[in-house]
C-alpha cells in the first residue's frame, strides 16, 4: 500500500465459472433440457457422443467416459496391474487423488519434486527418484502418473528416464485442459 492513497480493496476470484459458462449458457441449457427430456442419467447418449467427439479429438481409437477424475487414475493404474510392491512416481505438488489412487491399488506413492514453472515433473528428480528406489529394491518401479496442471503441457525427455516399462504417462488427469498433451520426446 502506497502512502497517501487510497486503497480499494477487491474480491478477485480464483476460478469464475459464471464468467466462462455465458459464453456458452445457451448451448448448456439446450443440452440439458434434452438430457432431461430423454431421461437417461446414466450413460445416456451425450456419454457415447462425447467419447466419440474425444477420441476423435485427441486422436485414439478410443475415448471413455468415467464418473471423476479419480477413477479414471484409478481405471488407469488398475489396467496397468499396479499393486502391492509396485512404487509409482508422482508430483509432490498435484491434487489428493493422484496418491488416493495409488494407495487403493495397493501400492506405494513416491512423491517427486516438481519444476517451479510449470508445476509438473521435475525430469532430473524423477530419474534420481526411479535410481534410487530401484537401488534400494524394496519396491519396483512400476509408473509414472505425470499430471499436468493448470493447462501446462508436460515433456519429458527420453534420456531422462533411466526406467520405462510399465510406465503410465498420464496427461491432465482431471481435465484441467483436455488439449495439454503430455509428450516424450
Ligand atoms: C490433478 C487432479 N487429479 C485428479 C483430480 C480428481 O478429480 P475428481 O474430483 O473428478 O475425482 C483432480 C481434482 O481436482 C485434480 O486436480
Redesign the pocket.
Known sequence: MLKGHPTKIMNIPFVDLAQQQQRIRADLDRRIGQVLDHGAYINGPEVAELEARLAAFAGCRHAIGV???????LAALMAKGIGRGDAVFLPSF?????AEVVLQCGATPVFVEVDAATFNLEPNHLREAIVQTAKIGQLRPAAILA???FSVSLRITRQSMAWRRNTIYSC?????KVSAPATIT
Open positions: 464418473s471423476s477424475g479419480t477413477d479414471a487414475l498435484t491434487f489428493t487423488a493422484t499430471v499436468t496442471l491432465s488427469p482431471m481435465g484441467h
